[in-house]
């Protein structure tokens, strides 16, 4: 029997799509490519395009354990994924409650929500870091996590409220009139709708939380070292090489996450699509 | 089997004049089916999200067997409703979702993966029971949400439209699996429509909710003979009105005074006993046609515009002075042209009369 031809969709867009491929390449690739280089150079000097000598200094130092970039980056990480938890835990119920209200109640409370993210940061970072001393929180890694949910959190409840103003809530007054609890229709029937909500919101949070420098620098006091503050260290004393090889080990997760959630956020992986596609 | 009795319930949406329910009183016999009827945004769908327990009433009652269940939760009512949209869960394949209330009430997973599977039988959807609900079509999704209900043994069970989201056939064939297991099951039953056949063919008795309030409940009968109003009255289609003023046992109206009979006379007694305005309501098959010139108690004289026959009857369209009238004589009767003129009686003991 003859193969039917016409059952691949259309390729009208895929021109398009190569477009957006070539977007992403010289917006987020391109930038890379000179980090990368400096991190490897031993002498590079103005108007060579590729350094005259090539060395592997600056990855040694920045593997070597005294360096102390190991560590800043654990320090990184645990600070980064337990925001995430943290604002996860509170947005998720926060969005449900903020989706079940009346379209007025609500815009008023998101607006409360958002009132740390219209405020300058460092404004209320000042203010918190006086409150923190206080209560036990400054210099310390659990203040800087309490301290980094004020830029995330309302991200989180504003994806989760839209999440769930988006979701059938129906769905769980189905559960509850075949017996299921408030509760438990909420964990069994509307949560697992939200998941994709969830991702694309943690994946904010964490990002958010993992490129935060005045917030780490004020209420850790200098003592919580994070990579972005070892990074601006680096770049403000001007060694290239070393603020090269940071950038990218800061640039990792960020690349790691995007490209595995990315057909969460699209649909489909399109951040893969350009290599497999053709 | 349960007696669901709604006692004088309101409800209002927050923010809103207009009650949704206003003071609405029903009850429905232990393995009745009671057909709700009525225009779009009449309160019907709110009716049943309140006897869910989904609103609670603003003033009102609800009982269940003699039982008040207005506060309970929705999750210990046992009043189990089936959305119009179906809502099954997406995320559970198809005998989960049929056996999600035993699985709410801790039952063990063979018990309740076995109830899914006898109640997935009778709908005819043996076989389906690791599909995912989205590989469903309109029809099977709708029959595994009854069987869903059905499983959860409900007191009362609850449907909004069950039919609307389906094409011609299925609706025939979705109709009957309803009926079928409303019958066997005996489940106390309220099934919202908006569709007067379907009310009919379903219902044991159709309760019409018009801007919130009740407005009529009865046989299917009642309704057609016995309206109680002019909206009733037109929800059947099929149906000829004539306003006047009443004076006893005759009607004053635009045609000439119209004589009522007087076993009938009493019968509006009950409803409405003071003369006044009224509206006289007759249905076309009770219509007689007579030769022009008839002359008597209630014959108004007309003309024929328009005359098809089809098949169990011949349907005229009749002009009298203005007015149009639709009129079903037998088949064998009699036959008047397009453009004849003709004379039109009307028998005292097939009018009804309304207020308005």
């Known amino acids: ?278 | 089997m349960t007696r669901l009795r709604i006692d004088r319930l309101s409800f209002s949406y927050p923010g809103t004049e207009r009650p949704a329910l206003a003071d609405v009183s029903l009850t429905v016999e232990p393995g009745e089916m009671v057909c709700l009827v009525g225009p779009s945004g009449c309160g019907k769908t709110t009716l049943l999200k309140t006897i869910s327990g989904l609103f609670l009433p603003d003033a009102g009652a609800l009982h269940f067997d003699g039982q008040e269940v207005t506060g309970v939760p929705p999750e210990q009512r046992r009043a189990v409703m089936v959305f119009q949209n179906h809502l099954l869960f997406p995320f559970m394949s198809v005998v989960e979702n049929v056996g999600f209330a035993p699985r709410m009430r801790g039952v063990r997973r063979e018990e309740w993966v076995e109830a899914a599977r006898a109640m997935l039988e009778r709908v005819h959807l043996a076989g389906y029971e690791e599909r995912r609900p989205s590989s469903l079509s309109g029809g099977q999704q709708q029959r595994v949400a009854l069987a869903r209900a059905l499983v959860a043994d409900p007191r009362v069970l609850l449907l909004d439209e069950p039919l609307s989201n389906l094409d011609r056939h299925l609706r025939e064939d979705m109709r009957q699996v309803i009926t079928e297991l409303q019958r066997s099951t005996r489940v106390t039953t309220l099934c919202v429509t908006h569709d007067q056949e379907e009310a009919v063919l379903l219902g044991d008795r159709i309760a019409m909710l018009s801007g919130g309030r009740l407005v009529q409940a009865g046989t299917a009968e009642e309704f057609y003979e016995r309206p109680a109003s002019v909206q009733v009255a037109r929800f059947f289609g099929n149906h000829n009105q004539l306003e006047g003023e009443r004076r006893g046992v005759t009607v004053r109206t635009s045609a000439g005074e119209m004589a009522l009979a007087p076993e009938r006379a009493r019968a509006y007694e009950s409803v409405w006993p003071c003369d006044g305005p009224a509206c006289l309501h007759i249905r076309p098959e009770a219509l007689e046609l007579a030769p022009p010139g008839s002359r008597g108690e209630n014959v108004l004289a007309g003309r024929v515009v328009h005359c098809v026959y089809v098949g169990t009857h011949v349907r005229y369209a009749i002009d009298v002075d203005g007015q149009p009238w639709q009129v079903f004589a037998g088949p064998h009767a009699r036959r008047f042209g397009e453009g004849e003129r003709v004379g039109l009686r009307l028998p005292p003991e097939r009018i009804w009369l309304t207020r308005e």
Request: no cysteine; charged share 10%; glycine share 10%.
């Open chain 1, 1 to 278: 029997m003859a193969r039917v031809a016409a059952v691949r969709p259309a390729r009208d867009g895929a021109w398009f799509g190569r477009l957006v491929v070539a977007g992403v390449v010289i917006l987020v690739v391109l930038p890379i490519v000179p980090l990368a280089l400096y991190s490897v150079a031993g002498r590079w000097l103005y108007p060579d395009v590729l350094p005259s000598e090539w060395s592997t200094r600056a990855w040694e130092y920045v593997a070597r354990s005294r360096s102390g970039v190991m560590e800043a980056t654990l320090t990184s990480l645990a600070v980064a994924l337990l925001v995430t938890l943290l604002s996860t835990l509170l947005g998720v119920p926060a969005g449900r409650a903020l989706a079940g209200l009346g379209p007025g109640f609500r815009s008023a409370l998101e607006l409360l929500f958002f009132a740390p993210i219209i405020v300058p940061g460092l404004a209320v970072a000042l203010g918190l870091h006086v409150v923190f001393v206080r209560v036990g929180l400054a210099d310390s890694v659990a203040g800087v996590v309490v301290a980094h949910l004020l830029p995330t959190l309302p991200y989180m409840v504003l994806v989760m409220t839209s999440t769930f103003a988006h979701a059938n809530l129906e769905l769980e007054y189905q559960a509850r009139t075949l017996g299921a609890g408030a509760l438990r229709a909420f964990m069994l029937v509307g949560l697992p709708g939200a998941v994709p909500g969830m991702l694309t919101g943690a994946l904010f949070v964490f990002l958010i939380s993992w490129s935060q420098y005045a917030l780490t620098l004020l209420i850790g006091g200098g003592r919580v070292l994070t990579l972005p503050l070892l990074l601006f260290a680096f770049a403000s004393a001007g060694d290239l090489a070393v603020t090269g090889a940071l950038s990218l080990v800061f640039l990792a997760p960020a690349v790691v996450i995007l490209s595995l959630t990315a057909r969460f956020l699209t649909g489909r992986s399109f951040a893969l699509a350009g290599v497999a596609g053709r």
